[in-house]
């Protein structure tokens, strides 16, 4: 049978802007967004980004969703083929017009505004994909200043740990703008710094000596308010607190607390063929991002 490998499905919401920070600032459109980008594209030189090719390589439909296979390599990059027996490795170079390349699969669904990005390595950078989408958007389809930025999904143990906090000692929090202003669960921690124009905002706060943080007032009300939207606006977010049933302190962050699913795919497969393999947990990853209460 042949050797199987675990592979990572990561959510995201995607966050796209036009003239952000101005006051023409609008939102993307992602039903037509994601839609162009699906169709092919003919006669155009290729993204370069540090002097790596970034494009996309094919598409598949699932549902509602579509998937694009990202691809990134650089021209002047080799491979090395080694000889188990005799350790000897040999430089292999891509023939002409061809380069190596690495690949990632992100699956979208634009009416959610939510995709699925595999996690491996090596693999394409989130740079090189928003760096890629913003270029595609601005040359493409003429939205000027375009910016798109991806966040991860809190699951359900990420407001959970919190409530469970008899005391927190430290919260910290990034946020990044959803819409063309801060949105109102965050605007009176943000003042009048989400009127300067960023595109993320870092607040951190800790508790006085054996004191706590308040979880329904603060930083800690605004960091599980933004988890529990339908669109949230974190970044990023780490909180430490105390359970009472659990020994020492506990730390619940977006970056752990995410949603997530583990699939097995044979790694000498195609890519189309990984993506099947890795197909029958997206129905239930959406799902699970549409449990958020508005």
Known sequence: ????????????????????GQEE?????????????????????????????????????????????????DETASQLSLNVATSETTSVAPREGELFVESRWMVVDPERRICILENKRPTVSMDEITRYLEDFGRTQLGL??????????????????????????????????????????????????????????????????????????????????????????????????????MPGERRVSLENNTVRSMVSVDPGDSPVGQLESMSSVFDEMFAQTDEAPE
């Open 1 to 20: 049978m042949p050797r199987k490998v675990n592979r990572s499905l990561i959510a995201y919401y995607v966050h796209g802007h036009e003239a952000p």
């Open 144 to 245: 000027r200043d375009l910016e798109i930025s991806l966040n991860r999904v809190p699951d359900a143990t990420f407001t959970e740990t919190i409530e469970r906090f008899t005391r927190i000692r430290e919260a910290s929090v990034t946020l990044s703008r959803p819409n063309p202003s801060w949105l109102e669960d965050s605007s009176d921690l943000v003042g009048e710094v989400g009127e300067s124009g960023a595109s993320q905002i870092e607040i951190a706060a800790k508790a006085s000596r054996g004191a706590s943080l308040s979880k329904h007032e603060g930083i800690v009300r605004v960091i599980a308010s933004s988890a529990r939207s339908r669109i949230s606006n974190m970044a990023n977010a780490v909180v430490f607190g105390n359970i009472p049933e």
């Open 25 to 73: 600032e609008r939102t993307l459109d992602y039903s037509r967004f994601f839609s162009r980008l699906a169709q092919p594209i003919e006669g155009v030189e290729p993204f370069k980004l540090r002097g790596r090719t970034v494009t996309i390589a094919g598409t598949r439909s699932i549902g509602s969703a579509t998937a694009f296979l990202f691809v990134s390599g």
